[in-house]
């Protein structure tokens, strides 16, 4: 009866290797790289040589060809290390995924060699100053001229912008509303591409996020994916897969605090004997270790569900990932508590995931949109 529920030797392979990685190249260093704002793009790259740049994208593109399942593990086991770098490779992957899966052959030829073995990193570009939630409402322009489209408007909060080299965006060629919207492969140096300045977050200071300003930049034609109009629809399936991946960050930050706090609270001394000794620890480390697993087995299914194009995937990518979001903050502030006042020093690797592990449940679309997702798909029924 547990076979259905137990991974392969493949995904076990595959979540050790990410394992080892963590283990070696980002765990030792993401305190430093958090305090220092240090952008780690060569650990990163190091990250391509597993494949993990190209999790989903075809063998044929150069790609490792794997489902939704195997990308979440590869997710929660590098955020054991650090929740910000693995979710920096999330969205890459994001991005050589919609232009894989959704690009003519002459884009894939002339983007994925460099995407796949991350010599060149990709943003995924979305959310604007005016459109988060409501993306279907986004602004930025691509006026057709000729072989090409004249791009002007902003994007807000992209992960990447300014150091990344290519840049996945969402865009309206047409009319309001989501029928109106492609999605164009622009390069760094294109003319009338500019940044905005690093913003200052409460998080993920692992990487840069800043603005993205177009100013009647010049794109190619042969550069948008897919048709015009189908904009929204690849933006909406590529989210159903970042959500997965930011729940399962989510959940290897909370792995990791879990078992920072075991380790704190045998060690820990207080009234004569240790902090684990009392009913009042052990229930909340229990509470803890529940509700992770209970976020964990959503998070498998709805990733297979994912991978096997069900037709409720979207219902439960959203599901999973407002659990896990929601029950990963909650472990981690639960860790912190019982750290007490260590658990608030910098000293600690606690207090770096509480901020890192806040932004989940805001990205990939609010948990409250999840909630209305979900409200959603059950009423139609």
Not at 32 to 61: C, M, N, Q
Not at 142 to 167: E, M, R, T
Request: aromatic letters at 8%.
């Amino acid at each position: 009866m547990t076979d259905q529920f137990e991974l392969t030797e493949d995904q076990i392979a595959i979540q050790d290797a990410a394992r080892k990685f963590t283990a070696d190249r980002i765990t030792p260093f993401a305190a430093e790289w958090d305090e220092k704002h240090i952008f780690p793009r060569d650990t990163i790259k190091e990250a391509a040589d597993l494949g993990f740049a190209a999790i989903y994208v075809s063998e044929e593109s150069g790609g490792i060809g794997l489902g939704r399942l195997e990308a979440a593990l590869i997710m929660e086991a590098m955020a054991y290390g650090c929740p910000s770098t693995s979710a920096f490779i999330s969205i890459h992957n994001m991005a050589a995924w919609m232009i894989d899966t959704f690009g003519s052959e002459d884009l894939k030829s002339r983007y994925l060699p460099d995407l796949v073995t991350m010599d060149k990193i990709a943003s995924y570009c979305l959310t604007e100053p005016g459109s988060g939630s409501d993306a279907a409402a986004l602004k930025t322009k691509a006026v057709l001229d000729g072989d090409h489209y004249i791009v002007n408007g902003s994007k807000q909060f992209i992960s990447g912008a300014g150091a990344n080299d290519v840049y996945v965006t969402m865009v309206r060629t047409g009319e309001d509303g989501p029928k109106g919207i492609s999605c164009l492969v622009v390069d760094k140096d294109t003319p009338g591409v500019s940044f905005g300045a690093n913003e200052k977050k409460l998080g993920w200071h692992s990487q840069p996020t800043a603005q993205v300003i177009f100013d009647n930049a010049r794109v190619p034609v042969a550069n948008r994916v897919g048709a015009e109009g189908d904009g929204f629809r690849f933006a909406m399936m590529g989210l159903d897969g970042g959500r997965l991946n930011i729940g399962a960050c989510s959940l290897g930050g909370a792995q990791r605090c879990l078992d920072e706090a075991i380790a704190y609270t045998n060690d820990r001394k207080q009234f004569g004997k240790r902090i684990s000794d009392f009913q009042n620890t052990q229930f909340m480390l229990a509470d803890m270790a529940t509700d992770l697993e209970a976020a964990r087995a959503l998070l498998y299914l709805a990733a297979a569900k994912v991978s096997a194009n069900a037709p409720d995937k979207t219902k439960f990518a959203a599901m999973a990932k407002r659990l896990s979001t929601d029950s990963g903050s909650k472990i981690v502030n639960d860790a912190l508590q019982l750290f007490g006042g260590y658990g608030y020093l910098q000293d600690y690797p606690i207090e770096r995931f509480w901020r890192d592990l806040r932004v989940h449940s805001i990205l990939e679309g609010t948990n409250q949109v999840m909630r209305m997702i979900v409200a959603r798909e059950m009423l139609r029924q």
